[in-house]
Nanobody, 126 residues
Framework: VQLQASGGGLVQPGGSLRLSCAAS????????MGWYRQAAGKQRELVAF?????????????TYADSVKGRFTISRDNAKNTVYLQMNSLKPEDTAVYYC???????????????WGQGTQVTVSS
C-alpha cells in the first residue's frame, strides 16, 4: 500500500488550501483516515480524523483538534480511497508539515496496518 499526499503550499493568512491523500495497492478496507501536523521544533499532533463506523449517516466518527474546529473540514471519497482536508481561514500557527495517516486492512493478508503519507508542507505567511 502506498499513500500519495498533495496540496500543500504557501498561502497568506486568511487563505485556504485543500490537502489530498490517496491510497493505492492491496486494500480490503480503510478503517480510519486522518491528518496530523508537525511544526518546526514541536511534536506531531492530531489535526482531524475519521473513524469508520459510529455514525453511519455522517460516514464515520470525526474528531478535530480544538485549534482547527470551525476552520478545517475532513472528508473522504471511499471510491477513490482518498481523504481530504479543506483548510480555511488559515493562520500563521497552522504552518507545519501535514501528514496523512490511514489504518488499512490489506486484501492479501486481511491484517490491519498503519500507513503514513510522505508529508506536505503548509506555510501560512504574508
Amino acid at each position: 500500500v502506498q499513500l500519495q499526499a498533495s496540496g500543500g503550499g504557501l498561502v497568506q493568512p486568511g487563505g485556504s488550501l485543500r490537502l489530498s491523500c490517496a491510497a493505492s495497492g492491496s486494500i480490503f478496507s480503510i478503517n480510519a483516515m486522518g491528518w496530523y501536523r508537525q511544526a518546526a521544533g514541536k511534536q506531531r499532533e492530531l489535526v482531524a480524523f475519521i473513524i469508520s463506523g459510529g455514525s453511519s449517516r455522517s460516514g464515520g466518527r470525526i474528531t478535530y483538534a480544538d485549534s482547527v474546529k470551525g476552520r478545517f473540514t475532513i472528508s473522504r471519497d471511499n471510491a477513490k480511497n482518498t481523504v481530504y482536508l479543506q483548510m480555511n481561514s488559515l493562520k500563521p500557527e497552522d504552518t507545519a508539515v501535514y501528514y496523512c495517516n490511514l489504518d488499512i486492512t490489506t486484501a492479501d493478508s486481511l491484517l490491519r496496518h498503519d500507513y503514513w503519507g510522505q508529508g506536505t508542507q503548509v506555510t501560512v505567511s504574508s
